[in-house]
């Protein structure tokens, strides 16, 4: 029977941030997802990695790449160009998940794919390979800010440029979901980074998920349940995993969200 | 705050508690507590938590689902990121997701956090002889006799050409990890002398010109062997004495 492992993270301070994360198994045998999240003040950073290859490959490939972000992240205080330093970090990363080797000293094989966001003050900076999401919800509004890369992506390029026709393009859509870029392939250079900053506004949240959630519930589904738990973000990640896993009773991958909610004022209260 | 990590990898503020709050908990439930499996949590976590919580889970599994590696696609990186200007590793692409609501702003702001893409980015350099036709004539040719390449040609164009693994090189040598991924060498073609000429790249890494290690620059000739990383490369010119692009050049 499949554990539920829940991982709460409690912000340093409440004031400016108010944090949720919630991961959990779905009818999978192992969780290969990893979450990370911390805030401090008005500095933030939030991780999901969906973590995919034999054995327990996935979960080393998805633990690896998230702790070299992190702690990354921990050693430098002050970032001077931030989306230079995510982009450092996503090459290094996926070098360190390329030369994995397993306790027999075997290469791991494995891949991940790697949401992050890191907050300064009001200002967001993003990164993302693969297919997990990034979502901004603005009041009513949700937007997806990154492109899934995967093979589905190459297919409409190719379409929309005329070099294949509708037919061939149904003919491949079978392997639409398989990636192109992710963490571990040894030659990453596909990624999406914002080289200027997102401005937040009050009340603004940001919310990381792997496919597992967004495979399950329309963004009309997952505004809604943001929206009905915007005081908790701890709740609207809760949330969100359970309604996954009752939408797909059968066959629902590891599901992982951050949420995080962006307080202008810093009070105590982050209504 | 002093963030401080203990042995199991969880991170806490040094200066709230005297150890890991995390580890103690833990401790403390370790009576059927469904929080920790075998090892406390998959992620390091910042500060302390409340009490574990479980979700409902499906009650039954399906047989353990692995996403075989082998279900990437090699072959649609290369060719996607032709189209990229070298250097890039940003892709300035808009979200391809619509809205939910009628307010335009939202997108606004994602589309400008997205753009101003820096000076290396820019609009890709158009070569000397690319003119009309869009096609950056060939100057010469690597091809690998050993290694994993081995069979494969690869196309010199004029000026400076980039070798390493990465997928953003001009000349990228695929499956060897001993290759650097950026300019492990510059192979470069100088078309008023018509000269070929291999130059030191930017990475660790040294590569060799016929066994002898390249640091400054040296001519090549045909049929001259570089050895990069564990593979080994011998060069034939398209472009010499007897022929060249210019001779086309109309005026």
Known sequence: ????????????????????????????????????????????????????????????????????????????????????????????????VFSQKNESGESIEAGTTIAAVIVRENELYWLSV???????????????????????????????????????????????GALVSYLGMGNLSLMDVNRRPFFLEDHDIVLLCSDGLYRSLTEKKILSLVRQNRESMKEAAKALTRAALEEKRQGQDNTSVVVLRYCKKGTEECE | MKLKRCDSGHFYNGDKFPECPHCKKAKENAAGAPFYAEEPVTAPVASYMEEPVTAPIASYMEEPVTAPITSYVEEPVTALVSSYAPGAATVPHSSHTAPAGGNVSLQEAVNRAKAAPREEDEEKTIGLYQGKSGID?????????????FGASFT?????????????????????????????????????????????????????????????????????????????????????????????KKD
């Open chain 1, 130 to 176: 693969g297919d997990s999401k990034i979502y901004i919800i603005r009041g009513e509004e949700i937007l997806s800010v990154c492109q899934e890369h995967n093979y589905r992506m190459v297919l409409d390029e190719r379409l929309g440029r005329g070099e294949i026709t509708p037919e061939d393009y149904a003919a491949q859509e079978y392997k639409a």
């Open chain 2, 156 to 248: 010199i164009k004029s000026g400076r050409n980039f070798v390493g693994r990465a997928a953003n090189m001009d000349i990228v040598l695929h499956g060897d990890n001993s290759v650097s991924r950026e300019k492990h060498a510059i192979i470069l073609y100088e078309p008023k002398r018509r000269e070929f000429i291999a130059q030191a790249g930017e990475s660790r890494e040294l590569f060799y010109l016929n066994d002898e290690v390249v640091l400054n620059p040296v001519r090549l000739k045909q049929y001259d062997i570089l050895t990069i990383g564990n593979m080994r490369l011998m060069f034939f010119p398209c472009c010499g004495e007897r022929f060249s692009w210019d001779d086309f």
């Open chain 1, 1 to 96: 029977m499949g554990e539920s492992v829940t991982v709460e993270i409690f912000p340093g301070e409440k004031r400016g941030l108010d944090i949720g994360v919630s991961s959990v198994l779905g009818t999978r045998s192992n969780q290969e997802d990893t979450v990370f999240a911390y805030a401090s003040g008005k500095r933030a950073l939030a991780v999901v990695c969906d973590g995919m290859g034999g054995l327990e490959g996935g979960e080393l490939a998805s633990k690896t790449a998230a702790e070299s972000l992190a702690e990354a992240w921990f050693e430098h205080e002050d970032i001077e160009d931030i989306p230079e330093f995510l982009k450092k970090q996503a090459l290094e990363a996926d070098e360190k």
């Open chain 2, 137 to 149: 004539p060939v100057a010469g040719w690597l091809v690998c006799i050993e290694g994993s390449e």
